[in-house]
């Protein structure tokens, strides 16, 4: 009796026996990941819900009051129903005949991991769930992390904060943001911009933002004494504020 063997059909480095078309380390990714995109789902599902907040983009200014959380939960709804229908297929695939939500349906797939390691397009499903577990990643990952204002969403115009290593973040408005490209469009605008505030609120806007303790009176005398000389005064106690200058002062104030 002969055995076949074939590579593997996702690493493609090892080979196989069939029934197998995933090597053994393939299978133990596969579990893996079955057991990363479920707790990865769970949390989404609570961010649709409102349960679960996620640590955000947006959360220094907010224009003009008037929050609009409802296509964040769109989004999320979205992409749970589209991780649903991919693990359905996935498990068509291995010859299921039923199916299921996929809040029953992973821990199923979980216990039944060797008849996804012999379906016949293992090693793609297997890719697409891993691709799918790292979609959902940064809209659930709340680890507290020192964030920083890297731009102004295009959509929005929320304040958008990254911490290192981000790559994609959602912004309250559903609007999908690329962190880096963010990042390299706002230095080149950076010099330009400029924030409305009270000095009160600018002190708040510091340290929430960057962590910088300067207090009402520091600014409000830096003002007076024309230590800010792009920043002009609007009414009401408000000033318009130029951003490098206030937080270059503050770095300045905090680094003694
Ligand atoms: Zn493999
Ligand atoms: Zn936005």
Redesign the pocket.
């Given at each position: 009796m002969s055995i076949t063997t074939k590579p593997c059909q996702y690493c493609g480095s090892q080979q196989v026996e069939a029934p197998w078309t995933l090597c053994q380390d393939c299978r133990r990714r596969y579990a893996k990941t079955l057991h990363q995109l479920r707790r990865n789902m769970q949390l989404l599902q609570r961010v649709a819900r409102h349960e679960y907040k996620l640590g955000e983009?947006?959360d220094g200014g907010k224009p003009s009051g008037g929050e609009a959380p409802a296509p964040v939960n769109v989004h999320a709804i979205d992409l749970l129903d589209e991780a649903e229908s991919l693990l359905q297929d996935a498990w068509c695939d291995a010859g299921a005949v039923w199916s299921d939500k996929w809040q029953r349906l992973i821990p199923r797939m979980q216990t039944h991991l060797a008849w996804l390691c012999r379906a016949h397009n293992a090693g793609r499903f297997l890719r697409q769930l891993i691709k799918m577990t790292q979609r959902i990643e940064p809209l659930v990952d709340r680890q507290p992390r020192t964030r920083r204002i890297i731009g102004?969403?295009?959509?929005?115009?929320?304040e958008?904060m990254a911490a290192k290593g981000e790559s994609l973040l959602l912004?309250?408005?559903?609007?999908p943001?690329n962190v880096a490209e963010l990042r390299e469009q706002s230095q080149a605008k950076a010099e330009t911009i400029h924030l409305t505030k009270t000095p009160a609120g600018m002190s708040e806007w510091l340290r929430e933002n960057y962590g910088y303790e300067v207090s009402r009176k520091t600014i409000t005398d830096a003002l007076r004494r024309g230590k800010l000389p792009s920043s002009k005064p609007v009414e009401n106690g408000y000033w318009e504020f130029n951003i490098r200058e206030i937080v270059s002062f503050a770095m300045s104030r905090n680094n003694r």
């Open positions: 983009p947006g102004v969403c295009p959509e929005c115009g929320r958008v912004c309250k408005c559903g609007n943001i």
